[in-house]
């Protein structure tokens, strides 16, 4: 590439030298003009990496988990995983509910370092406040792990971050849940001999978190690689019950000729909203094929013993992720061990016939 193409990052006036002196030139703008692209094709240094360095603790690790919804049975779930893992590794463990409120996260986290807290663990009601958390902490020279959703150092929106500037996270794979719940799905359908001509799929998730739009960009893939041509109609939710059972309502009433439905979504609530609405229009538990994404809500509907449109639901379980989450901040601040980029926790597929087997929390 010539070099005015590189303004205004890597323009350099042209000035004859002796040949000797020319190669050496030319060796040490090779040089410049790749770090120059680098810093120009990202818009940051390396200074601005989302895993900054922490000093190591001596003494009792303090930790503190900040989770948004944590009334949710899945966090609920993670904060007693994460409860019993700093117990067991003799840590000072916090956990603050976030709710909703993305204006609440940055002073909870201002508090949390206040009180001396050694490492935040985060769940956020919205990356919009991503940056701000990260610079907080770093800041303080406070470790910052994410969970379950992604975070970004440099912008608003992980989906288009830089990958040195995503904060190590914990959780699970979207595309591994997603393709999981498309495959599921595609079964049911199948199992009941439906064609795609009078099916459409409801796709129901909010549409800002990057790893609900992973889940479901996978569970469409791998529904149409086993079914295809079915077309799917995107929802875009709040992922709370009320929001989607909202949100499907008007979508079923545009769509009177639709005889069966496939749902999915970025979580159990994205579902159970969709089959409630489903099945509120008048539309038969036969011919709805939910796959939630959770199973703490689907499986409701099948300790009731009543028909239901949710077929299954992939369970995953918070407490792995909020024990995890724990020992990997610990094994940084205590052992100086680097976060990995990710880590996952493992996940099951579950049923009406398979749910209470497999451990689900049904409360």
């Not at 995983?81 to 909870?108: C, P, S, Y």
């Not at 769940?123 to 303080?140: F, K, Y």
């Not at 971050?161 to 996270?169: G, N, S």
Request: charged content about 20%; hydrophobic content about 40%.
């Amino acid at each position: 590439m010539h070099l005015s193409r590189l303004a205004p990052c890597a323009r350099h006036r042209r000035t004859r030298l002796p040949r000797r002196a020319r190669l050496a030139s030319i060796a040490a703008l090779g040089l410049v003009t790749s770090v120059a692209l680098t810093a120009c094709s990202t818009g940051q240094t390396s200074s601005n990496s989302a895993d900054a360095p922490v000093a190591p603790v001596s003494g009792k690790v303090s930790i503190t988990y900040l989770q948004k919804q944590g009334d949710q049975q899945y966090f609920v779930d993670e904060a007693a995983g994460a409860k019993a893992k700093a117990a067991e590794l003799g840590a000072d463990l916090k956990v603050v509910n976030l709710g909703n409120d993305a204006n609440k996260t940055v002073g909870e986290v201002q508090a949390a370092i206040a009180q001396k807290s050694n490492g935040l663990i985060i769940v956020v009601p919205d990356p919009a406040v991503g940056p701000q958390v990260v610079r907080t902490a770093r800041d303080a020279k406070a470790a910052l792990l994410t969970s379950d959703d992604q975070v970004c150092a440099s912008g608003p929106a992980p989906a288009q971050c830089a990958a040195t500037d995503l904060v190590p996270r914990i959780g699970f794979s979207g595309q591994q849940m997603g393709g999981e719940v498309g495959k599921r799905a595609a079964e049911e359908f199948k199992k009941a001999g439906w064609n795609a001509a009078d099916t459409r799929i409801v796709s129901a998730w909010k549409q800002d978190v990057t790893v609900c739009g992973d889940r479901v960009k996978a569970a469409k893939e791998a529904f149409d690689q086993a079914v295809p041509g079915v077309q799917v109609i995107d929802v875009a939710t709040d992922n709370t019950p009320t929001g989607a059972q909202d949100k499907v309502a008007a979508t079923v009433t545009a769509n009177p000729g639709v005889k069966h439905w496939v749902a999915w979504g970025c979580n159990d609530e994205n579902v159970q909203g969709a089959v409630t609405a489903l099945q509120n229009a008048g539309i038969s538990p036969d011919d709805i094929d939910g796959v939630g994404l959770g199973a703490y809500l689907a499986c409701k509907d099948w300790a009731s013993g009543k028909p239901s449109g949710m077929k299954a639901a992939l369970f995953i379980n918070g407490k792995d992720v909020g024990a995890l989450s724990v020992q990997t901040m610990y094994d940084k601040l205590k052992n100086g061990k680097d976060f990995p980029k990710e880590a996952f926790a493992p996940t099951t597929m579950v049923d009406a016939a398979t749910w209470q087997s497999a451990g689900v929390s049904c409360s």
